[in-house]
């Protein structure tokens, strides 16, 4: 990659964090802990004038006593008016890129409006990016950089995020740690007063360790700049947008929250579209699609089959395939002919394949590989995984456990969920069709064996059927935009 601001952001030298404090409460202890915590390989300082050492740093009183051109990042954690100060001498010290997560400007009324736009026209002079102010933090797993003053910090993976709002930041990798499908980059921009939303999506679009980029944003700014970049970004990566403040009430506390101004939700949900990104209502529905897309390959048609060990499962999913842009064929004569040769004559000849529990130990995996190689199936829902691991969670922990000599029988269930969700994991990195697993379990035991080998298998494990198939369905229409757009 070609150096540019947001490296120095992303990929530092070094860091310092100035306003370290030995307050556990605080920004400047919390940012100082992270980054040592986080296991960052390059430099490391922290500025303190009263205390000589903080979480075995030994502090300098200033920024002025970092040694010149040993950082290339500085985390402010100061009051508002100690800012340009600070950004001057980071200048001066060779550093060319800082983080402010200190608050009280623009999203505080008038004057701190007039303050912020002083300090990025300081920052502009002196050669500077500034991310923030108002901002919780940045986080770079494959710099091992965890530069943010909360928590989680999340594994490493492929999905990007920026956002207006550093709770939601925090929400996206919450959502990383618990499904195992992590996180490349991810930065609160908070009132983005010099670089925003879609100038962190510029450069995640190019970034090696980005599969798939998710945003929420507040406020747009110029419209036509705003879209052409969302455009730029979804021709290179599939781009997933949330969008808050869209109620008058709404606008109202974007207003207060990173002084976002309001825009037309009509308007701004056509430009999404026109410009190839997926608009999702909630968060959940965002990260769903995301890890969809960068744990997927896109499917190359609508027709969808539902593969379940069990009826209910597959009655939701088919209602929820029905709902969709997607097309829940009829079941071709040779797959039931093929399955007949599987499960006995109870199974529900139709798709969704119910096979009523009427499977033996490689059905599964027999059924998942027919499914997923025939010429007419585009994409597979596949439920009710976890099921025999679930009883073995309830063997091991009842009371005959022991007595009843239940420990190889609950491993078989344990290994077989695992084959389970490997051969989803297989059969679609074989094919390059999607194959999505659904189950609760993911939610509600996700050391299950089942949700647990699909992490395992760098995929996602949607936690309902109708979840699956909304992120199907945007994957889908990503790929229909790609190919008419795109070619």
Known sequence: MTSTPFDLLFNPRGIVVAGASTHPGKFGFVALHNVLAGGFSGRIFATNPDQPTI?????????????????????????PSTCPDILRSAADRGIGAAFIASGGFREAGAEGAQAEEQLIELADSLGMVV??????????TPAKLAAQIVAPVPPPGPIAVASQSGNLVSAFMNYAV???????????????????VVDYLGWFAKDPFTKAMAAYVEGVGDGRQFAGAIREAAEA????????????????????HTGALATDDRVFDGMVRQCGAIRAATIEEAYDAV????????????????LSSAGGWGVIAADAVSNSGLELISLPADLESAIDGLVPPRWSRNNPIDLAG?????????????????????????LGMGIQAN?????????FFESADLARICEYHERQDGRFAAAAAEASRRTGKPILAATELAVTQPGNAGPATMAAESRYCFPS????????????WHARWRRRHLG
């Open 391 to 399: 009883t073995a969670s309830h063997l091991r922990s009842g009371p």
């Open 178 to 196: 618990h499904s195992g499908v992590g996180i490349s980059r991810a930065v609160s921009a908070g009132n983005a007063a010099m670089v925003g």
């Open 131 to 140: 991310a923030g102010p108002n901002g919780q933090g940045l986080i770079s």
């Open 358 to 382: 009427g499977e033996s130990r490689d059905t599964i995996p027999e059924a998942i590989n027919l499914v997923a190689d025939h010429p007419e199936v585009d994409a597979v829902i596949y």
């Open 237 to 256: 990566k599939p781009v997933v947008l949330v969008k808050g403040g869209i109620t008058p009430r709404g606008a109202q506390a974007a207003a207060s």
């Open 465 to 476: 059927a109708d979840r699956a198939v909304r992120a199907l369905h945007h994957l889908w």
């Open 291 to 306: 890890a969809a897309f960068a744990t997927q390959p896109l499917p190359t048609g609508p027709r969808t089959l539902v």
């Open 55 to 79: 979480l075995g740093i030994n502090t300098l009183s200033s920024v002025d006593e970092v040694p010149d051109g040993a950082a290339d990042l500085v985390m402010v954690c100061t009051p």
